[in-house]
T-cell receptor, first 117, second 114 residues
Framework: NAGVTQTPKFQVLKTGQSMTLQCAQD?????MSWYRQDPGMGLRLIHY???????DQGEVPNGYNVSRSTTEDFPLRLLSAAPSQTSVYFC????????????????FGEGSRLTVL | DAKTTQPPSMDCAEGRAANLPCNHS???????VYWYRQIHSQGPQYIIH???NNETNEMASLIITEDRKSSTLILPHATLRDTAVYYC???????????????FGTGTQLKVEL
């Protein structure tokens, strides 16, 4: 298994540009989520999804959109990038209730480093 | 979710046990204690979790006090590769309880030195 795969690993945008951070997992996890991490701070939850077709907001959702059309993919869209969105973005997935195991363990990707000029 | 308090940094000599403390005095009866670590800005990695009994796996041991208001993560023989930020998280377990929506604080920066 590849686990959780994020692309791109690095991206530079200009203010106002749009882009999509991709996240894919091959573990058949129902739960997926996006976090951002700023220097010297912990991870903050942006959006999450408990299954295909279902998404919800986390702690810092403003400026980001998500959709979940398949179990495997959970893209994060920035519609009009702002310098305040310069950050490292992590995608994570886990089993959820109803699957064979549910330890609450999150599996993280390696991160996408975004700079908005 | 209950709030946790961790020291911002700790040092440990290689080969010695690293004992990382965490206070969670407002923990409720059905909340679990989770530990993750993050090595040099990589994605966080799950280490261990527990409810009230002590737990051990191939990576670490988790000691939870009887009143559950604090816990200690023990790395029995720390190596240089254990240098990382360690996060203690208290949360409900399972989907509807929000256990998947982990809240990460700033953690403890553990530095393992020769």
């Amino acid at each position: 298994n590849a686990g959780v795969t994020q692309t791109p690993k690095f991206q530079v945008l200009k203010t106002g540009q749009s882009m999509t951070l991709q996240c894919a997992q091959d573990m058949n996890h129902e739960y997926m989520s996006w976090y951002r991490q700023d220097p010297g701070m912990g991870l903050r939850l942006i959006h999450y999804s408990v299954g295909a077709g279902i998404t919800d907001q986390g702690e810092v959702p403003n400026g980001y959109n998500v959709s979940r059309s398949t179990t495997e993919d959970f893209p994060l869209r920035l519609l009009s990038a702002a310098p305040s969105q310069t950050s490292v973005y992590f995608c994570a997935s886990s089993y959820s209730r109803g699957q064979l195991t549910s330890t609450g363990e999150l599996f993280f990707g390696e991160g996408s480093r975004l700079t908005v000029l | 979710d209950a709030k946790t308090t961790q020291p911002p940094s700790m040092d440990c000599a290689e080969g010695r046990a690293a004992n990382l403390p965490c206070n969670h005095s407002t923990i409720s009866g059905n909340e679990y204690v989770y530990w993750y670590r993050q090595i040099h800005s990589q994605g966080p990695q799950y280490i261990i979790h527990g409810l009230k009994n002590n737990e051990t796996n191939e990576m670490a041991s988790l000691i939870i006090t009887e009143d559950r208001k604090s816990s200690t993560l023990i790395l029995p023989h720390a190596t240089l590769r254990d240098t990382a930020v360690y996060y203690c998280i208290v949360t409900l377990r399972g989907l509807t309880g929000g256990g998947n929506k982990l809240t990460f604080g700033t953690g403890t920066q553990l530095k393992v030195e020769l």
